[in-house]
């Protein structure tokens, strides 16, 4: 590891993530429109391709926490993994395929990004720069925006869904070749003996970090799954809604920096904290202020806080838990997982039960809330 520096560690720790979640995780929203125009999917349809890969992410992270991810061999096989699915997601116009790919692709982006996290915290922490995480979880931003890009390129060459599924597993493939020597020279720590260490202990204040984490799983699923669709349906053009999920990434990329820099002065914790509040005016916001500026909007703030939170909860984690980090991140990871199964079908229940489509993110703005509180009570509590 210490023939590797910090920078590159960092950068390559980013185009990671970028390809385990602005590829594995999140390219089906922007495709999402585009397989609604030549494959005819309904919503119904891409919500349970969009839940395959939610439970497939929330089974990977679950598998993590029993299936310490030290070696390279999962973090190997998980990003070839994610380039295989999806290009093989446009080679076949099986929905059944679909489905079971998609969830493939959710297993191997929570091992990646389990993997990636844990390692480059570690690592950048032993060479004193801590400050670097900032780059690395920049990536999701950067492969949320860029996959947003590609599909505006593709709509505007009036290519389809399926040139967008190989051309995005291709980079994926030339990514993964490129980070993966940096990621695998990182020799990971033994963990100390449970008995000399307890902090990894999952009950107490670690299980508060993991039910607030999984409540933010929660809050920005519907925007960050349908944010696109629900521009399109107020402007059909695509050079305009085309642009939100773009907006969604770029807004993701540049709060991280920012926020990674203000975490230094400020703490992890505090930046968490106003995440929760921010992301919870972005869900709310479409239901007081319809159109497409509030789309907009809402993808800035939602966009500009899911992955701060996730950055600033992994750091909260390792300050929790030391050399045990690597559980209590699986932990946190599996929450925001079911957090993101739940989000949808709680809020279709309620459209069902008759009290509209705007219940279900009154909710989740209000449990971003609640748990934005019970943070802040827990760090006055010490």
């Known amino acids: 590891m210490a023939q590797v520096s910090a920078l590159r560690i960092a ?72 380039a295989v699915v999806t290009f093989a997601m446009g080679i076949t116009a099986e929905f059944s395929a679909w489905v079971v790919l998609r969830f493939a692709a959710g297993v191997a982006s929570a091992l990646v990004f389990i993997a990636v996290s844990t390692r480059s ?37 009036d290519a389809g869904s399926a040139w967008a599924w190989m051309v995005a597993g291709l980079l994926a493939l030339c990514i993964a070749v490129l980070v993966l020597p940096v990621l695998r020279a990182i020799v990971m720590p033994l963990s100390a003996p449970a008995s000399t260490d307890t902090r990894g202990s999952l009950g107490g204040r670690a299980g508060l970090l993991v039910l607030c984490y999984g409540i933010a799983g929660f809050g920005y699923i519907i925007p960050a799954t349908f944010l696109p669709v629900m521009a399109k349906a107020v402007v059909p053009d695509a050079a305009l809604f085309g642009w939100s999920w773009p907006v969604f990434g770029f807004a993701a990329l540049a709060s991280t920096l920012i926020a990674a820099a203000r975490a230094a002065t ?117």
Request: glycine share 14%; hydrophobic share 60%; proline share 3%.
């Open 11 to 82: 950068i390559a720790g980013a185009l990671a993530l970028a390809v385990a979640m602005g590829i594995g995780r999140f390219a089906f929203t922007p495709i999402l429109p585009m397989m609604q125009d030549d494959a005819g999917l309904t919503i119904v349809a891409g919500g349970w391709l969009a839940s395959a890969n939610y439970l497939g992410y929330l089974l990977g992270a679950l598998a993590a926490t029993v299936w310490p991810l030290r070696g390279s061999v999962a973090l190997t096989g998980s990003l070839i993994g994610i």
């Open 121 to 157: 915290m570690a690592a950048l922490a032993a060479l004193g720069r801590p400050q670097l995480n900032g780059v690395v979880y920049a990536g999701v931003g950067s492969g949320v925006a860029g996959a947003g890009l590609l599909c505006l390129l593709l709509m505007y060459r």
């Open 266 to 382: 400020i703490g992890h914790r505090r930046v968490w904290i106003a995440s929760h509040w921010l992301m919870a005016c972005g869900v709310v916001l479409p239901v007081l202020w319809p159109g497409l500026a509030a789309v907009i909007v809402s993808a800035l703030l939602v966009g500009g806080t899911f992955v701060v939170i996730t950055m600033a909860g992994m750091q909260v984690a390792r300050e929790t838990s030391g050399q045990h980090a690597a559980r209590l991140v699986a932990a946190m990871t599996a929450s925001f997982a079911l957090g993101q199964i739940l989000g949808p079908v709680v809020a279709g229940l309620l459209f069902d039960a008759g009290y509209g489509f705007a219940s279900g993110q009154l909710l989740a703005a209000a449990l971003l809330a609640i748990s934005a509180v019970a943070l802040q009570l827990q760090a006055r509590r010490g």
